[in-house]
């Protein structure tokens, strides 16, 4: 499944400024995504959970260089490829917040516990925090520090783009769960109401599974945020 920015891109035959191609991965169905840019084949992976040899195959597919891993949140599904990726691709790895570092010093573990195979434990090469920034695809992305699914959850904003990459704290009609260890179902709301709903409902969001939506849409019919 791809998505692409085509909204930012209005003008003339330019290319698009970013291109977001999501490879599905792991038995849990894990958006990974690719964003980079068509102009000069540079981007970022964000969220490689597992199946690393089908990552590095669409890859090489698609003729991308990948500059560095991004990581929402410390969850197995989402970081198990990680470290196998980053040292194949000899690129680093930057985020959770620090408050995930207990989760990426226990994938293996969670690994086993779900049924997921082929995992390492990440240790992280920038720890991101609420005002960051980050590079992608020549793009720079606001790190917004939105715990409740985990405590050190993050999620990627592009504001030009007016896109994030929301990780598991909100879903099409649906929002993260919270009672995993580190859980908090008043944190995670929190997070949703002061942090994504007023970047604006026209701000569209690729979550950690399943398809994609936008803040409005979710500020409207999302049963959760009643």
């Known amino acids: 499944m791809s998505h692409e920015a085509d909204?930012?891109?209005?003008?003339?035959?330019?290319?698009?400024?970013?291109?977001i191609t999501v490879l599905t991965v792991t038995a849990f169905q894990q958006n990974c995504s690719v964003l980079w840019s068509p102009a000069t084949l540079k981007g970022v992976v964000?969220?490689?959970?597992?199946?690393?040899?089908?990552?590095?195959?669409?890859?090489?597919?698609?003729?991308?260089?990948?500059?560095?891993?991004?990581?929402?949140?410390?969850?197995?599904?989402?970081?198990?490829?990680?470290?196998?990726?980053?040292?194949?691709?000899?690129?680093?790895i930057e985020g959770p917040h620090l408050d995930d570092k207990f989760l990426l010093e226990s994938v293996v573990e969670q690994a086993e516990r779900f049924g997921l195979p082929g995992t390492e434990n990440v240790v992280t090469d920038r720890w991101l925090s609420e005002g960051d920034v980050v590079l992608a695809a020549g793009l720079e992305f606001n790190v917004l520090h939105c715990p409740g699914h985990t405590p050190g959850h993050v999620v990627f904003y592009q504001s030009d783009m007016k896109v994030a990459i929301s990780g598991d704290v909100l879903f099409q009609g649906s929002i993260g769960r919270?009672?995993?260890?580190?859980?908090?179902?008043?944190?995670?709301?929190?997070?949703?109401?002061?942090k994504l709903l007023p970047l604006g409902d026209d701000v569209a969001f690729l979550p950690g599974h399943g398809e994609a939506s936008t803040f409005g849409e979710e500020r409207l019919h999302n049963p959760f945020l009643k």
């Open 7 to 19: 909204r930012t891109q209005e003008m003339g035959d330019e290319l698009p400024k970013l291109q």
């Open 178 to 194: 919270t009672d995993l260890p580190g859980g908090n179902h008043g944190h995670l709301i929190a997070s949703i109401k002061e």
């Open 46 to 92: 964000v969220d490689p959970g597992g199946d690393v040899d089908m990552i590095c195959q669409a890859l090489d597919e698609m003729g991308v260089q990948i500059e560095r891993i991004l990581i929402t949140h410390g969850h197995a599904d989402h970081v198990g490829g990680a470290t196998e990726l980053a040292k194949k691709l000899a690129v680093p």
